[in-house]
């Protein structure tokens, strides 16, 4: 890995897709850490729970001359044993200095619904921290139901699946390009 993600060069274009090399998932797994337990303080020291043991892990690569060079942005998702054909998604997390970028987001939802869409999901559902709704409402969602998780105000959130065509390829992903939130 190469590059600082907080340095004052802003790459023009990101690939999401699923952390498959180790220092994708390794650098996703320090992303979560800094945003929900030294930014937020949700957690005490790490994140991870028992769904990491069967999520699949998403990230966002900011690029340099073409090559991926940082994990910016994360997020997990996974199918429910008990419920075959229903998903959720988790632990969506930009870095600091990519927050403004709208194209961040909005393609960790992409590939984290359109790729469960291809993998036989039903429904798709996540937990939302109410600042996060707007973006999520845009992008198809709907809001089921408002419940306070971590001493933190949430919204149960439903996908239109109907928006997320499936994705047969999400270990190559998509490129999208930086435009402000």
């Known amino acids: 890995m190469i590059g600082d993600p907080v340095a004052p060069y802003r790459p023009s274009h990101f690939r999401v897709k699923f952390a498959t090399s180790p220092w994708e998932r390794r650098a996703c797994a ?30 966002a690569l900011s690029t340099l001359a073409g090559d991926a060079d940082a994990v910016v942005g994360t997020v997990r998702i996974h199918e429910v044993a008990e419920r075959p054909g229903e998903w959720w998604g988790s632990r969506l997390a930009v870095a600091k ?37 707007p973006l999520f409402e845009a992008l198809h969602w709907a809001s089921l139901d408002a419940i306070e998780l971590h001493g933190r105000l949430h919204h149960l959130m439903q996908a239109d699946l109907a928006a997320y065509p499936p994705m047969h390829d999400p270990e190559h992903g998509l490129v999208t390009f930086r435009r402000a939130a």
Do not use: K
């Open 30 to 59: 320090a992303l979560r850490r800094q945003v929900f337990c030294t930014e937020q303080a949700i957690f005490a020291d790490d994140d991870r729970d028992i769904i990491d043991g069967h999520a699949i892990p998403i990230c």
């Open 97 to 133: 200095a990519f927050r403004g970028t709208a194209a961040l987001g909005a393609g960790l939802i992409q590939v984290a619904v359109a790729s469960a869409h291809a993998r036989g999901c039903t429904r798709f559902l996540a937990h939302v921290q109410d600042r996060n709704v």
